[in-house]
């Protein structure tokens, strides 16, 4: 099972960007998949839900109406679109798979960094 | 909002035993698991579904859950184990992650 992050960047508050995760060893189709981010020295903090066949989406409150997370099952591929981006939104995201309701495997993470 | 609450730091001698805690309501009635960090690395399963191991995670790793509290403990602790620990369950449709704790193995 492998999980590669992309996307991340620099960009000013209010910007937008698209981050993606390609999944590879397993069937992607057959599972939900989440996006978890972990601010500079802060914890872990779950971001978004996304059932296997993209029916279901889950969100926290502190990104919701702000971030859509999305699946294409032909190309093994996770996305999270985030749009009015915030300093608080500074982090790196993981994309991880989830089984069950535990989260069996994680990306490398890509980071995201929102400063003027 | 659902929380998870982790002490910060604990502290263990090698080849003593480790136990982190997480404290939640009723959290004994989900399914928790738990995660190690190291520096510059990403989260790593080492219990899930309360006491189980996956594979390739040592013996000296258990896991359990009853009433408010979860529980890692680490028999045995290596220096290798010095990390950040995470416990995690689910509140209905939302995923909830302690705050952490940091283990120094000294």
């Known amino acids: 099972v492998q999980l590669v992050e992309s996307g991340g960047g620099l960009l000013q508050p209010g910007g937008s960007l698209r981050l993606s995760c390609e999944a590879s060893g397993y069937s992607f189709r057959d599972y939900d998949m989440n996006w978890v981010r972990q601010a500079p020295g802060k914890g872990l903090e779950w971001v978004s839900y996304i059932s296997s066949s993209g029916s279901t989406l889950y969100y926290a409150d502190s990104v919701k109406g702000r971030f859509t997370i999305s699946r294409d099952n032909a190309k093994d591929s996770l996305f999270l679109q985030m749009n009015s981006l915030r300093a608080e939104d500074t982090a790196v995201y993981y994309c991880a798979r989830l089984r069950r309701r535990h989260f069996d495997f994680w990306g490398q993470g890509t980071l995201v960094t929102v400063s003027s | ?106």
């Open chain 2, 1 to 106: 909002s659902y929380e998870l609450t982790q002490p910060p730091s604990v502290s263990v001698s090698p080849g003593q035993t480790a136990s982190l805690t997480c404290f939640g309501d009723r959290l004994g009635e989900k399914s928790s698991s738990w995660y190690q960090q190291k520096p510059g690395q990403s989260p790593l399963l080492v219990i899930y579904q309360d006491t189980r191991r996956p594979s390739g995670i040592p013996e000296r790793f258990a896991g359990s859950n009853s009433g408010n509290t979860a529980t890692l403990t680490i028999s045995g602790t290596q220096a290798m184990d010095e990390a950040d620990y995470y416990c995690q369950a689910w509140d209905s449709s939302t995923a909830v992650f302690g705050g952490g704790t940091k283990l120094t193995v000294l």
